[in-house]
């Protein structure tokens, strides 16, 4: 039903451990969602499957490079393209629009409802903390 990528053999462990390290963890039921920093997902970027879950507008406005916009407003529309981009293998990192936005979490509960075989997480701070994170980066980039 769903195509398979298969990481590189270093991938999945950086991940791994990068995201175990993470002491923040959302529950519900038998799931547990973990945060990871910027700096963290900026290691393993490439191989991640990276969803925006805040409004349809603010993803126009500006979003993380190659995130799929998978907001709870436009999940029926939107959940075609998530699934031609998931495999079990690919983790998937949630964020919204900061530490105080709880639809993250909500959208990353969601999907693990739906595919219980994701490796899902959300990204602490959310998308204000990428934005310091790659100013920090790359100054001259402001």
Known sequence: ???VIVLGSTVLP???SCFLKQSNHYSLGHWSINELSATDLSLAQSSTLIVDARAFADYQKGHIAAALS???ERWDESLGDFLSAWSPER???VYCGGQACGLSKD???KILS???DAKVF???GGYPAWQTY???KNPAAL
């Open 134 to 136: 790659q100013a920090q």
């Open 91 to 93: 983790p998937v990192v």
């Open 70 to 72: 998978l907001s709870p």
């Open 107 to 109: 959208v990353a509960l």
């Open 122 to 124: 959300v990204l602490k």
């Open 1 to 3: 039903m769903f195509g």
């Open 14 to 16: 950086l991940l791994v």
């Open 114 to 116: 739906d595919l219980p």
